[in-house]
C-alpha cells in the first residue's frame, strides 16, 4: 500500500513585525497553529469583527507590484513572499493574524519567514495532504507581455523561470525549483528588484512608500548623474550612495548570479499556493509576474474543481500501477470469483476512493442476462461500486483485525445507460459526512468513458469479523 503524506501545521504560535514595501505602515504577523483542512487564513485583528480572508486566487483584486486580497472592504497585500515560505516549508494548515494592511517586506525576500516558521517547528496533522494532479497540458499567455505560462503532467512539483529583461545589466536569466532543491537556502533569500528608472513612476502611484535600499535589488541600466540619482534618493528619504560597475547600488552583494529569476521562481511558488491545494506538476513559465502568475493560478483552479466535479469522470490511465491490485483488494474484501466485481483502486483521498472494473465477454452473468444482446445487470453495478466504497472503509480502520462492510440501504439508484462487453466501469465514490459509530454513508457514480452509467447513494456498517 502506498505510504501517504500527512497535513501540517507549526508547533508554537511566532511572530514577526516590520514595515510593508507599498504602503509603508509597520504591521506585525503572527502565525498560529491551525486544524487540519484549515489551509491557509489571514486575520486582520487591527479592524472591527476581526474579519478573516482565505487565502485563494479568487479572493486577489491587485496584482501591481505584489498580489492583493480583498473580501468586501478587508484588504490584505503583498503576501506573495509569505506564501512561498508556507510552501516552501511544508505547512498546511496556519492562521495569520496582521495588524496592519501589508504583509511586512522584511529584506524584500521570504528568507525572514522561512527562519521565524523554522524556528515554530512542523505538527504532523491526522488528514492526508490533497494535491491538484496536473493530467493534461495547461497554457496561458498574454501576447501583450511575452507571458507564457505552461503545466505539464508530473509526478513531481517542479517550476522552471525564465525572465528578460531589454537590459545591460539584467537580461536573460534562467531558475529552476523541484523536490530535490533546498527551498530555505537556494530560493527563499532571492529579494525582490527594482530598476532605478522605475523608482519615481512608482512612488508617484502611491506605491513603494517603505522601499528602500535594504529591502530590494536596486539596479541602474541606464546613465544618470549624481545629482539626479541623489534627487531620487531623497524622494524617498534615503541617503545618497553611489553605483557600482555592474549597475547594481552599492549596498549589497547579489545572493546569487541569478538572483532575480529565483526571486521570480519564489513569487511563483507563492501566487501558486492560491489555488488552495498542493501541486504535482511541471511548471514552465517565461517572463511571469502577479498578473500571470495568478491569473495561471485560477485557471488552475478551475481545472482542479471540474476534476472533482461529480459528473466529471476521472481520469484513468490504464499504464500507471493502480494504488490496489486485484490480490491487494482480495485480502480486505471476502468476495471471491465469480463475484468479485472490482479488479483494482487508482486513487484513494481523505473522503474518496477510484476504483476499476473491466467487462469482458466471458463474466458469467452474461450466459443468461442476456445472450443474444449481453448487458451486465444493474444489481451488479451497484454490487461492484459498493465493493470499491469497501475497500474505502476497510483500508481506513486499524491493521489489527479484518473487518467487512455490510449494506444498511441504498437510495436514489438511477441507471442511464448500460454496460456491455467491452467498457470499462470507472467508479468514484465519495463520503457523505464523516465515519461516525461504524456507519459509512457514500456517493457513488459509475462511469464508461465521459458517460455516467449509474448513480446511487448507499449506508454501509463496518464490522470486525469475529
Do not use: W
Not at 84 to 109: C, H, W
Amino acid at each position: 500500500m502506498m505510504s501517504s503524506i500527512k497535513q501540517n501545521t507549526i508547533g508554537k504560535e511566532v511572530t514577526i513585525s516590520g514595515k510593508g514595501l507599498h504602503t509603508g505602515v509597520d504591521v506585525t504577523l503572527t502565525f498560529k497553529p491551525a486544524p487540519e483542512n484549515f489551509g491557509y487564513k489571514f486575520k486582520r485583528i487591527d479592524l472591527e469583527g476581526a474579519p478573516v480572508i482565505e487565502a485563494n486566487v479568487s479572493k486577489v483584486r491587485g496584482t501591481s507590484r505584489g498580489t492583493v486580497l480583498k473580501d468586501g472592504d478587508v484588504v490584505i497585500s503583498t503576501i506573495e513572499h509569505v506564501m512561498a515560505a508556507l510552501i516552501g516549508t511544508g505547512i498546511d494548515n496556519v492562521l495569520i493574524e496582521m495588524n496592519g494592511p501589508e504583509a511586512p517586506i522584511l529584506d524584500g525576500s521570504a528568507g525572514p519567514y522561512v527562519k521565524i516558521l523554522s524556528e515554530a517547528g512542523l505538527v504532523a496533522q491526522n488528514a492526508d495532504v490533497e494535491y491538484f494532479e496536473i493530467k493534461r497540458k495547461i497554457v496561458y499567455r498574454n501576447a501583450e507581455t511575452g507571458t507564457e505560462i505552461i503545466a505539464y503532467p508530473d509526478d513531481d512539483f517542479s517550476i522552471d523561470v525564465m525572465i528578460s529583461y531589454n537590459s545591460s545589466v539584467l537580461d536573460n536569466q534562467y531558475a529552476t525549483y523541484s523536490s530535490q532543491t533546498k527551498f530555505a537556502d537556494e530560493i527563499a533569500p532571492c529579494r525582490t528588484f527594482v530598476f532605478v528608472r522605475e523608482l519615481e513612476m512608482l512612488l508617484k502611484n502611491n506605491l513603494v512608500k517603505g522601499g528602500d535600499v535594504d529591502n530590494a535589488i536596486v539596479i541602474m541600466d541606464q546613465p544618470m548623474t549624481i545629482e539626479e540619482l541623489n534627487r531620487i534618493a531623497d524622494l524617498f528619504n534615503q541617503k545618497h550612495i553611489e553605483v557600482n560597475k555592474i549597475g547594481i547600488l552599492n549596498n549589497i552583494t547579489l545572493r546569487f548570479d541569478n538572483e532575480c529569476a529565483r526571486h521570480k521562481l519564489l513569487d511563483v511558488i507563492g501566487d501558486l499556493a492560491l489555488i488552495g491545494k498542493r501541486i504535482k506538476g511541471r511548471i514552465v513559465a517565461k517572463r511571469p509576474g502577479h498578473g500571470s502568475n495568478t491569473e495561471f493560478a485560477k485557471m488552475l483552479q478551475k481545472e482542479y474543481l471540474k476534476c472533482i466535479s461529480e459528473n466529471t469522470a476521472p481520469e484513468y490511465d490504464p499504464n500507471k500501477a493502480p494504488l490496489y491490485d486485484v490480490n491487494q483488494i482480495k485480502k480486505m474484501l471476502p468476495h471471491r470469483n465469480p463475484f468479485l466485481l472490482l479488479d483494482k483502486v487508482i486513487e484513494k483521498g481523505a473522503d474518496y476512493i477510484i476504483g476499476v472494473k473491466n467487462v469482458t465477454a466471458n463474466e458469467p452473468f452474461f450466459v443468461g442476462h442476456f445472450p443474444a444482446e449481453p448487458i451486465m445487470p444493474g444489481v451488479l453495478i451497484i454490487e461492484a461500486m459498493a465493493q470499491c466504497g469497501g475497500v474505502f472503509v476497510i483500508s481506513s480502520q486499524p491493521s489489527d483485525g479484518d473487518y467487512s462492510t455490510y449494506f444498511m440501504t441504498m437510495d436514489s439508484i438511477k441507471f442511464r445507460k448500460k454496460v456491455v462487453p467491452g467498457d470499462t466501469l470507472v467508479f468514484r465514490l465519495k463520503l457523505l459526512g464523516p465515519i461516525r459509530r461504524g456507519i459509512a454513508n457514500m456517493r457513488a457514480i459509475a462511469f464508461v468513458g465521459d458517460t455516467v452509467v449509474c448513480e446511487g447513494e448507499f449506508m454501509a456498517v463496518i464490522a470486525k469479523n469475529k
